[in-house]
């Protein structure tokens, strides 16, 4: 074996490929042909999107699971622990599951390199095989195109929704976005479009491929009451399915929705499910996750763009309570850091920047000083994650809301805090 624990294999994965990130399918296909990986036996669905991805692998996971499928899930990326990112049954794959798996991919390679993401792509098709699943759920990492979870023609591909991020990779405009987003559609086969408007690259693809469309509002549609939520869907046979007077959930609705109409077209009879139970209490770490600490409330958030910082103001201000919102910050370089945060200088009423300094990707605080100087917002307080949360301690209020957001890095460090977990390997992110 290569290596003994999987933190030495994930030592190494980080360093073993000359480019963190490498798009492209043809190096992974030719290992993945050479374990036959290629073909799952079971029904596979691909979710691309801005954001909403999680929450909707989330929901047509556990949907799956109430109708009595044995369903994998592959995500990205981790907040504790690696292991994270590859769940059957709502289970963590095992250390010794991925050392195994990773080590049949390192002897599979042959002097193919691999990148970090694309071997954990691999080991998750490598052990929902060993454990026979019936379905299989992919997050798409990055675009959809030539991410490596493309290497399996999904049964239906998803796409949230397409927003600004991640445009050195995608492009400068939804157009180029959501062009790269379209490439996980298939001949023939099924696309879920959680988006209203859609740009015109994801129609055209569509078109062009000859997928079969069903976007929101055309083949499925939801609506929001006061406390509860309909849905309708058309299934496999343009039948009409509708779900009513559902409790209002904790994810978002159009990621559910999208899920819901997943599982239908999937051929899945909706009205064997308790949907209802099974969505309103789904939750999904640093997904507007709420948690209390030293009797503080906290609200976990992994918003990191302009459309996501968005949301989550709109979540904050659905908030029945009297205090303040106290914010702590932390976010990538790269990320569009003015449009985000400002989105929320309304809401919050003070803030603290968290230092992520040892991540060469992160903002530093002094950028983000600066970003909220330009917005002429004041900055309370700084330091690392930690102790930023400790500052906030010492000036909250009973009924004051600490926020923490701007990545999955931001949220893991908070959670380390909030949630501490037995030391182990795995950690590498």
């Known amino acids: ?50 954001n909403g991805k999680g929450s909707c692998v989330a929901a047509t996971a556990a949907l ?3 109708a ?15 292991c994270e990112r590859i769940c059957i049954d709502g289970v ?11 080590e049949k991919i390192y002897l599979a390679c042959n002097a193919v390199s691999l990148t970090y993401f694309e071997f954990g792509t691999l080991a998750a098709l490598e052990i929902f095989r060993c454990h026979q699943v019936d379905a299989i759920v992919l997050e798409v990492g990055l675009g959809g195109r030539l991410d490596a979870v493309n290497i399996i023609d999904a049964d239906v591909a998803v796409i949230t929704s397409i927003d600004l991020d991640h445009q050195d990779w995608l492009g400068n ?23 209203p408007v859609p740009p015109k690259t994801v129609l055209d693809t569509a078109q062009h491929v000859s997928a079969v469309w069903h976007g929101v509002g055309e083949s499925f549609a939801f609506t929001q009451g006061h406390m509860r939520w309909d849905w309708w869907g058309l299934d496999p046979a343009d039948q009409r399915v509708v779900m009513e007077q ?15 109409q ?27 996750q709420q948690l209390r600490h030293l009797n503080q409330h906290f609200i976990l958030d992994v918003a990191h763009n ?16 009297s205090g303040r919102i106290i914010g702590i910050v932390a976010m990538m370089a790269d990320k569009d850091r003015s449009n985000s945060l400002g989105n929320l200088t309304h809401l919050i009423n003070a803030w603290y920047l968290a230092d992520l300094s040892w991540l060469p990707r992160a903002a530093t605080p002094d950028q983000l000083a600066q970003d909220l100087q330009q917005l002429t917002v004041p900055v309370v307080g700084r330091g690392t994650v930690a102790e930023c949360i400790a500052q906030a301690l010492t000036v909250a209020q009973a009924e004051d809301r600490i926020v923490v957001f701007g990545s999955f890095y931001t949220v893991a460090a908070a959670l380390a805090v909030l949630q501490p977990l037995e030391p182990e390997s795995g950690s590498h992110r």
Request: aromatic share 6%.
């Open 1 to 50: 074996m290569q290596f003994s624990s999987l933190n030495d294999w994930l030592g190494w994965l980080e360093t073993c490929h000359p480019q963190e990130i490498d798009l492209g399918l043809e190096r992974i296909r030719v290992v993945a042909q050479r374990l036959q990986l290629l073909n799952p036996s079971a029904r596979v669905v691909t979710v691309g999107g801005t």
């Open 64 to 66: 799956l699971r109430a």
């Open 68 to 82: 009595g499928k044995k369903v994998g899930v592959y995500t990205s990326p981790h907040l504790l622990h690696y």
């Open 92 to 102: 963590n794959a095992t250390e010794a599951e991925v050392c195994d798996a990773f």
């Open 173 to 195: 405009d939804r157009e180029s976005i959501g062009q790269e987003k379209a490439g996980i559609m298939r001949p023939h086969r099924p696309v879920v479009c959680a988006d």
């Open 246 to 260: 559902m409790p209002l959930p904790v994810l978002p609705l159009p990621s559910l929705a999208a899920a819901l």
């Open 262 to 288: 997943v599982v239908n077209l999937l051929g899945i009879d909706l009205s064997k499910i308790d949907c209802a139970s099974v969505l309103e209490n789904l939750q999904l770490p640093g997904r507007f």
């Open 306 to 321: 302009p459309a996501a910082t968005q949301y989550l103001a709109r979540r904050l201000q659905a908030q029945d309570f």
